[in-house]
DNA sequence: TGTGTTTCGATAAAATAATATCGATAACTA
DNA sequence: TAGTTATCGATATTATTTTATCGAAACACA
């Protein structure tokens, strides 16, 4: 268990926490690193590094316990106690992700969206709260929101990221197609559908 | 202009472009690699060496030409000639990226939808069809579909997955939180919105 | 109990990526 | 026109990430 785990390693649990559920789904209760990599298409001395920065319970010809493993991994995650979110724009991605159920079993608590326009305002397809933006002030003060989802159009997402961080809000996930300017202590991920489009078709053309 | 380039260059390339997309309105005709790195929160030594690799006309205290410099990211990102896509799933998701039109201007056409229920066929509120998924054979071998796009349910990922691969289509992009087997030379990208908002999470309690 | 096999973790090496340094060049200014 | 400055690109350095190697641990089985 080391201290510092790199970005590229976190992307990569998730991943074996998917494969670890999977095949103990199918009664297995040991499993190799190599087992891991040629399922994952990893290396598997990379797959034995990432679980050593998480977990400490290799054992030589055994392999990995799956369910402490699986729990170390829950554990780094967060998958048990829940990170609060909210929605800034109910439109079609917003109450997409708003409706979207798999948040939850990711440690995340999408709780409601808010959007300039009041017509949107009332709940969603599941029932989830949509609020008009004017009402976010007194929320966020009620309340401990952890991440802003910024699912407006992009000629909106500045203003919506400003009144974001005026409430206090220290991290930002965004899905509209530009940059935004925060201060350097809120962490913002772009999210840019698009462009993962656009570089799966560069990588088509280039291997052709 | 060197020949190869780093996935990681590449995922940088559409924030140079919407950057300078954006000044260009402003007005702006030239840019210094230090302007862009201070923008755009980079090193300026990276930002050289990345467009060194799509372009290759900065000038000493000039900078870069803008419009060339667009020309030339919008001719490597292929944001000219489009290549085509299909989504599998209509439900929530699949119907907000069919009915989004900000993929255009990436170089990708999102032609239609499939989907196992019959009663989704017809057309999306932005009127693209939505064809029931015994239609694509027939589909798939009278024109060119260079992309898939999976926003079918977990469960249902990888059989979709096969009928993809089976059908020719060589390159996915899988919204599904799930991992999937294809052969090797089939491009799969997964797109985990709830891994990316996880590790938004991670970092904002990290950081703390 | 001893030998063989599997698989781990630690360490070393190689590959990749980011950052720093610096001479060269083009424009501006006096 | 000569000096000054901004900025580039090339090269060198440093940091990070991936991959290879190898001794040791744990079990199987004779
Ligand atoms: N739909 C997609 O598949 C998709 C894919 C990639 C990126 N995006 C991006 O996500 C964003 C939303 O896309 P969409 O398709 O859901 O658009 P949409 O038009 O369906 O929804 C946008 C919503 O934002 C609301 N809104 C506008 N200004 C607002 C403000 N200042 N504050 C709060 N809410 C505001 C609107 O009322 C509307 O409900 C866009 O930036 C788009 O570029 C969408
Ligand atoms: N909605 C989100 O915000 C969100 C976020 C992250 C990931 N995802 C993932 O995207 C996928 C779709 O999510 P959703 O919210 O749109 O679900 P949804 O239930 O709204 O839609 C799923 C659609 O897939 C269709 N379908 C089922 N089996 C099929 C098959 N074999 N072939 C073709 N179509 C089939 C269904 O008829 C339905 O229309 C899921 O895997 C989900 O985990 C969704």
């Known amino acids: 268990m080391s201290d510092y785990i790199s ?10 926490l998917e494969y670890l559920l ?4 199918e009664g297995i209760v040991n499993v190799s690193s190599k087992a ?9 001395v990379q797959v034995r590094k990432d679980l050593a920065s998480i977990s400490k319970n290799g054992r030589p010809k055994i392999g990995y316990e799956i369910n402490s493993l699986i729990g170390d991994l829950q554990k780094f995650l ?25 948040f939850e079993e990711c440690g995340l608590n999408v709780l ?22 004017d009402e976010l002030p007194m929320i966020a003060k009620s ?3 952890s991440i802003a989802i910024i699912a407006v159009p992009a ?3 500045q203003e919506v990221c400003d009144i974001i961080v005026e409430n206090g809000i220290k991290a930002i996930l ?27 078709s560069i990588e088509l053309k280039a291997k052709k």
Request: glycine share 8%.
């Open 143 to 145: 309340m401990n929101i």
């Open 36 to 44: 891991i990599a040629v399922a994952l298409n990893l290396g598997e």
């Open 155 to 157: 000629q909106h997402a």
């Open 78 to 102: 967060g998958y048990k106690d829940l990170t609060d979110a909210v929605i800034f724009g109910a439109g079609k991605l917003g109450t997409a992700l708003l409706d979207y159920n798999g």
């Open 174 to 200: 965004n899905f509209a197609p530009v940059h935004l300017d925060a201060p350097k202590d809120v962490i913002i991920k772009n999210e840019n559908l698009a462009y993962s489009l656009a570089l799966l």
């Open 22 to 25: 999977k095949i103990r789904d």
């Open 112 to 133: 409601m969206a808010f959007d300039s326009n009041p017509k949107k305002a009332g709940k969603s397809d599941s029932g989830k709260p949509i609020y008009t933006l």
């Open 7 to 16: 970005s590229n390693t976190m992307k990569r649990l998730p991943f074996y």
